[in-house]
């Protein structure tokens, strides 16, 4: 057993491991994979809820009559999911904290998958919505753990490609979702066939990812910790389960241990009340540009294309731009380089639209995706799973208002611009509020982070 003084983190030891450890490869690249079906789910209503014009696609408002004034009914079915995904980012991240990561990972895609295929078979608008509350509930929890789980398993020189493999993975699954729509022209197939991929998924996990050792560290499975240790390093490793230490809450990480925590460090609460502000502006903007699309000039599938292979440059160069000037610059920049494209659409003709949208969609995916990786770099171990789901929660009011971005143009046709670049510079100046996390630990305690403590040597971090 080693001295107090030579503990290690769980961060010192996945650093310790070879870059081209086949488990922790596996683990990153199986948990990325699972975002491809995520984001069937996440977009499909850009085609599911109304047949785009001058389409041959039959939606949910074609199959049960909802035009004119029960068009809103139509609409509704999206707010159903993004309520369904405030439920499950409140009661199942908590899960994840207490039962460990992988098992709440593989049940939930389990059951978005069983969500998915039973809502293909709803006989009215009414079961269709509460399927899709279900499915909602199961896309956030899985999309949530999956995340967690691939980022915890991450040595600090693998961030960079674990960020980028997740985006690339979620765009190729955003594309994919367009060809099925064109091949599938049937909202029953279309969602029959985006779902039951999950399943297949759900198995894989179970049988290729190992539980996050942060995990495992900070609950102190020693047991497990070691078996851990025995399949990733191997039998003859030189570290042992007693060498490992999570700096813990004396107090635990419940609820109220957090809340009592939060209010003695008072500066965490403004870190969280700015970071779930940036989360509901970028799920508005994020997904209001994805169902918007189908409302500009030209072929739907093509646009909807457009607008995902887009977010693909944005989740390269993202993580290089937040490596080399860390992650404020980049989140705060690429919200008002957004601010200012959708101005641009106030400003400029109807033929310069389409490339002010895409640029607008090109930086709001940069900050999409990067604050996933900025608040697991902010929030502590002993809440991560909750604080990353209370911002996830809440972001969801900005998804219940996304389909209806559209609807603003009754107001003035560029409306929908005009509000964009609003929120977008907004979100921009408030995120210099926050710390900056580049080269450092993931923290343990709230404590660490309303610190802002530099927790690890950056002559370490530039060797690699």
């Not at 909802?66 to 899960?95: C, K, Q, R």
């Not at 996990?205 to 995990?215: F, G, K, Q």
Request: contains cysteine; glycine residues 6%; charged residues 15%.
């Amino acid at each position: 057993m080693s001295s107090s003084s030579d503990k290690l983190s769980a961060d010192d030891v996945l650093n310790t491991l070879e870059k081209r450890n086949r488990y922790i490869l596996t683990c990153i690249l199986v948990c990325g994979f699972a975002w491809a079906p995520l984001a069937f789910t996440g977009l499909c209503p850009s085609f599911v809820v109304k047949s785009p014009e001058n389409s041959s696609f039959i939606g949910v408002a074609d199959e049960f009559n909802l035009t004119g004034e029960a068009t809103w009914l139509a609409d509704s079915t999206t707010t159903f999911y993004m309520v369904g995904n405030m439920i499950g980012g409140m009661f199942i991240p908590p899960l994840a904290d207490k039962y460990g990561r992988l098992p709440v990972f593989v049940v939930t895609v389990l059951l978005m998958a069983s969500s998915g295929i039973l809502s293909a078979f709803s006989n009215s608008i009414l079961m269709f919505c509460i399927m899709r509350l279900i499915h909602g509930i199961f896309y956030t929890a899985s999309g949530l753990a999956g995340w967690v789980l691939g980022y915890e398993n991450t040595p600090l020189r693998l961030r960079f490609f674990t960020s980028v493999y997740y985006g690339l993975m979620w765009v190729v699954g955003a594309c994919l979702l367009a060809l099925l729509a064109y091949i599938l022209p049937d909202w029953r197939y279309l969602m029959f066939c985006i779902s039951f991929p999950n399943v297949f998924v759900a198995i894989l996990i179970y049988m290729t990812v190992p539980e996050s050792l942060h995990y495992l560290v900070s609950s102190q499975q020693t047991e497990k910790i070691e078996a851990w240790l025995e399949k990733i390093r191997g039998p003859k490793g030189d570290i042992t389960a007693m060498d490992i230490v999570e700096i813990q809450d004396p107090k635990g990480s419940s609820f109220k241990s957090l809340c009592r925590e939060m209010w003695k460090h008072k500066m965490f609460i403004v870190y969280i009340f700015v970071m779930t502000y940036l989360w509901i502006v970028d799920t508005f903007i994020y997904f209001g540009l994805a169902f918007y699309s189908k409302n500009l000039a030209g072929n739907i599938y093509l646009n909807f294309v457009l607008m995902s292979l887009v977010e693909a440059p944005a989740y390269v160069f993202s993580p290089i731009f937040m490596n080399k000037y860390g992650r404020k610059v980049l989140i705060s920049g690429t919200h008002i380089i957004a601010g200012l494209s959708f101005l641009g659409i106030v400003l400029s003709s109807e033929e310069w639209h389409i490339h002010f949208w895409l640029l607008g969609k090109f930086a709001i995916s940069c900050s999409f995706m990067s604050i996933y990786m900025f608040a697991s770099e902010i929030f502590p171990t002993d809440g991560r799973n909750k604080c990353i789901g209370f911002c996830e929660t809440l972001s969801r009011f900005g998804g219940m208002l996304s389909p209806y971005l559209s609807h603003m143009t009754a107001v003035h046709a560029l409306a929908p611009a005009i509000t964009l670049s609003l929120i977008a510079v907004s979100g921009g100046l408030l995120t210099l509020v926050l710390p900056e996390t580049l080269n450092t630990k993931l923290p343990s305690t709230i404590a660490e982070t309303a610190s802002r403590r530099q927790l690890i040597d950056r002559s370490d971090s530039n060797s690699n």
